[in-house]
């Protein structure tokens, strides 16, 4: 393992062995936004897709991810040999969504693997820095028909509002006229542990965003089986009765504008090795007003016993909550909990809200069925707070409602209509 210095490069060939390189990261004293910027000749983002961050976790022709290698808070992995002849660099950088600066940072490293094996690592510390409050870190580049690293370390007063714009990615003008700037979101707040919580406030008047919008994202397992990606979103809704209802696609989409005020898009079959899957769940902002009281919600996801054994896990199941240009994540990595290998364990709980008449409470969960059951996830309350328990009655899609009401004869819980 090699220990860089600033500036210092190093060629991949004869390093890896095979086409996948890992790159890890973290940070102590300041919380870290990582992305990842390909960019072409001219040393310009010229295709916005080739951002790799929270919002956008992966390229559309595979070559970038956003995945952390094990032990590492963040990271990247790379499949070089996909990437576009276009994309002559790839730039690893790290901004502060905040008030703090580059200088309050402990320390942080920076590291390539092989596999399980370290490569290289660059560190840094506040002490590198002043009032930046992002820094490129390291960049893979193509010389020579091969791919290079360098560890830079160079900061940026502006963040990561100022790293887009360093790469071209505010205004591109022409000879006549403007050219639209990609379209990236970069307002985000990332929950990654259970118990953490993040209160959105809900906009009034004619400006209000019309629609709360929820996608559950996930990752082909990597197994080469086409059929055993697929996952299913499901969402509980708690009423302030205590009574709940029950959403998923196809047979109980919903409807957003009528009861229950949460509509589901639609089902999707599966990942593949080139797209993540999402399925989308649409929440109408006014659902505590048509409710007469605060409303919870559980997100699922579920991998039925049909579709063949396979972990959740291995999916990388995640969340994403907008409200116009507020963004919320709900990433807590369960593959190190006992239950992350275990094919038997059918149902994650990706993020649970609480919906008031003036704002929405989200948190993560990272909590999972029972190994071998298929009880649904069931919310009750607790004074003002949700209370989880696996122990809903058991819903299959196109199941006939004979076998269905059989299979829970001996739960009294029931959704609903």
């Known amino acids: 393992m090699e220990n860089l210095i600033k500036g210092q490069r190093l060629a991949l060939s004869g390093l890896v062995t095979g086409n996948v390189v ?8 300041v919380p870290l936004d990582f992305a990842c910027f390909g960019l072409d000749a001219n040393g310009k983002l010229s295709d916005d897709r080739y951002m790799t961050f929270f919002n956008q976790p992966r390229t559309p022709c595979g070559g970038v991810e956003a995945a952390a290698p094990s032990g590492d808070a963040a990271g990247f992995s ?5 990437l576009p002849a276009s994309i002559e660099r790839l730039v690893v950088t790290a901004a502060i969504d905040g008030a703090a600066t580059m200088a309050q940072l402990g320390s942080g490293y920076l590291r390539l693997l092989d596999g399980g094996r370290e490569l290289a690592r660059y560190t840094y510390a506040g002490s590198d820095f002043a009032q930046e409050k992002a820094v490129m870190l390291g960049e893979f580049y193509r010389k020579d028909g091969g791919w290079r690293f360098m560890a830079v370390g160079q900061g940026f007063n502006g963040g990561l509002d100022a790293l887009v714009a360093h790469f071209g990615g505010e205004v591109a003008q022409a000879a006549a006229e403007p ?3 990609p379209k990236i979101s970069l307002s985000k707040i990332s929950l990654t542990k259970a118990g953490q919580t993040h209160k959105v406030s809900l906009q009034k008047g004619a400006g209000a965003p019309g629609k709360l919008t929820v996608k559950a994202t996930w990752v082909d397992n990597g197994d080469g089986d086409d059929d055993n990606d697929d996952l299913d979103l499901r969402v509980g809704i708690l009423l302030p009765n205590g009574q ?3 959403i998923q696609a196809p047979d109980t989409p919903g409807s957003f504008d009528v009861m229950p005020y949460v509509r589901h898009l639609g089902d999707v079959a599966g990942a593949s090795g080139k797209e993540p899957a999402t399925e989308t769940v649409e929440v109408n902002p006014a659902l505590a007003q048509q409710y007469g009281g605060t409303v919870g919600l559980v997100f699922s996801v579920y991998s039925a016993l049909a579709n063949g054994a396979v972990s959740v896990a291995s ?5 994403v909550m907008q409200y116009g240009e507020q963004i919320v994540e709900c990433a807590f990595d369960f593959r190190l909990s006992k239950a992350a290998e275990d094919d038997s364990v059918y149902t994650y709980v990706i993020g649970m809200a609480r919906i008031t008449p003036d704002s929405i409470i989200l948190e993560p969960s990272g909590k999972t069925s029972e190994p071998g059951s298929e009880a649904t996830p ?3 309350w607790q004074g003002e707070s949700l209370q989880l328990a696996f122990n809903g009655p058991v819903v299959f899609k196109g199941e006939d409602k004979e076998d ?4 829970n004869a001996d739960n009294p819980r029931r959704y609903i209509a």
């Open 22 to 29: 890992q790159l890890g990261l973290a940070s102590a004293g």
């Open 78 to 82: 790379y499949q070089l040999d996909r």
């Open 179 to 181: 050219v639209p700037p």
């Open 244 to 246: 709940m209802r029950f």
């Open 315 to 319: 999916m990388r199941p995640k969340m």
């Open 378 to 380: 069931w919310l009750s």
């Open 404 to 407: 269905e009401d059989d299979f």
